[in-house]
């Protein structure tokens, strides 16, 4: 059937726009790209959670489907993709993140040996950051408690059997490490203009962008530091690395003995820093926690 | 970790800017509101880009950001126009086979209402599939096929007057 109005068909011709507009639109752009760059929050990421590493639990579930929901309600763990669904609607298998780790799981296969242990079978140590509430949502959906919670000298932590037949050694948190001394913990890549060093590594190599504290302070997402871009004059330009010491004023002393120039102690929340000199003229700080 | 798509915008720039530009201004026929229309692609691309799921940013994509930019600019102008708008829509629906003037065809298109102009614009000037337009305009297929019939009969309606008046 023929339309008339078919004749009205514009396939798209280029044409050159004012070039006062151009340049200013691509001004805007350009702006756009590093300001929308750096109203993202650290939350948000592109990356899966979790990471495979050398010790990886594989356990096999009387119902992967709820086992998975359990284990996002109880544990607080996030779901890797999608799980991976056999023609017999059995999950074959499904992955989720727990703190830095990874939990692999599948559906029963009898036909192929694959089955929970009846009794007895491995045991699975679990850090969480709120033991006693974990606990409770777990025996809220069924889990029954083989040990109850207390504190043995090692932290909270207590065992459950979950409803799927995996049991579960939960333990409170472990503090963090401190720094050992003279390690670098956080990195400041200091540079004359933050604004073309945003666009220049953010084109090169992705980096990505979230306000900091001053206006021409960023903190960088894809360096894989910790740490930060901060733009502005008089500053010497480079890298500039925070070193962590046992004893601040002992290592200040030793700044001074090695012909560096110490700064003065600051107070901050995340501890104490010292704005130093080395003895060739390059800058770095200390910190103590 | 993934790049920041939004940084292929500006490597695109040059390229799409007269693709974008010239799609519009053919299509609005001002200069001023294609430049706009240009300016609000562009812009609002780089948060659309970024969402997870977005294709990735190609001259062809950006088109279709226009086309919604061009969308949201007549659903604007429908409103206004609301109140001017006669009652009486034309509901003409028998078969029309002239071969169209395409320089008084243009014409009519820029005279009719806003909602009208767009419809045909999307289903015979891009040569969008009707559901596709119906996808584009927010609206059920059904509501479209509809819309469409109106516009068409407005449009013959007012071809035929004019060209009339012009002969």
Redesign the interface.
């Known amino acids: 059937m023929?339309?008339?109005?078919?004749?009205?068909?514009?396939p798209?011709?280029?044409?050159?726009?004012?070039p006062d507009?151009?340049d200013d639109?691509?001004e805007?752009?350009?702006r756009?790209?590093l300001r929308?760059?750096g109203e993202m929050t650290t939350t948000e990421?592109?990356?899966t959670p979790g990471r495979i590493g050398a010790l990886t639990p594989y356990i096999v579930v009387s119902d992967a489907r709820r086992a998975l929901d359990f284990y996002v309600e109880v544990f607080d763990a996030v779901r890797r993709g999608d799980p991976i669904i056999m023609d017999d609607n059995r999950v074959g298998h499904a992955e989720l993140a727990i703190g830095d780790a990874v939990l692999m799981l599948a559906d029963e296969f009898p036909e192929m040996g694959i089955v929970v242990a009846p009794e007895g079978g491995a045991q699975i140590r679990i850090e969480l950051s709120d033991v006693d509430d974990s606990v409770r949502r777990a025996l809220d959906r069924g889990a029954e408690l083989l040990r109850p919670v207390e504190d043995r000298g090692y932290g909270r932590g207590g065992t459950i059997k979950d409803p799927f037949g995996q049991r579960w050694l939960v333990a409170e948190k472990s503090p963090e490490p401190p720094v050992p001394q003279g390690q670098a913990m956080y990195f400041t890549f200091q540079v004359p203009d933050d604004e073309a060093a945003k666009s220049f590594y953010?084109?090169v190599?992705?980096w990505?962008y979230s306000p900091g504290s001053t206006p021409t302070a960023w903190g960088v997402?894809?360096n894989g530091l910790q740490g930060g871009l901060w733009g502005g004059s008089g500053r010497q330009v480079g890298w500039k690395l925070m070193y962590a010491v046992d004893d601040l004023e002992a290592a200040l002393q030793r700044v001074r003995d090695f012909g560096g120039r110490p700064g003065e102690v600051e107070q901050h929340p995340y501890g104490r820093t010292a704005d130093c000199v080395d003895n060739q003229g390059i800058e770095f700080w200390l910190w103590q926690s | 970790m993934r790049p920041d798509p939004a940084f292929a915008l500006l490597s695109l720039y040059e390229t799409a800017l007269p693709e974008v530009y010239g799609y519009l201004l053919a299509r609005c026929g001002s200069r001023a509101v294609a430049e706009e229309l240009t300016s609000e692609t562009f812009l609002g691309a780089v948060s659309a880009c970024r969402k997870t799921g977005s294709p990735p940013v190609s001259t062809g994509w950006l088109i279709g950001v226009a086309r919604h930019k061009l969308v949201d600019h007549w659903r604007r102008h429908e409103r206004e126009e609301r109140g001017l708008r006669l009652v009486h829509e034309a509901e003409a629906v028998d078969p029309w086979d002239e071969e169209l003037d395409a320089l008084l065809a243009r014409e009519v298109l820029a005279s009719l209402g806003a909602h009208h102009r767009a419809v045909l614009t999307l289903r015979y000037l891009d040569g969008l599939r009707v559901p596709d337009v119906a996808d584009v305009l927010g609206r059920t297929v059904h509501a479209t096929e509809a819309l469409l019939t109106r516009a068409k009969a407005a449009f013959r309606a007012a071809y035929r007057e004019k060209g009339v008046r012009d002969d």
């Open positions: 023929t339309d008339p109005l078919d004749a009205l068909r514009a798209v011709r280029p044409v050159d726009p004012d507009f151009a639109l691509r805007r752009l350009r756009a790209v929308i760059g990421t592109t990356t953010g084109g190599l992705g990505r997402e894809g």
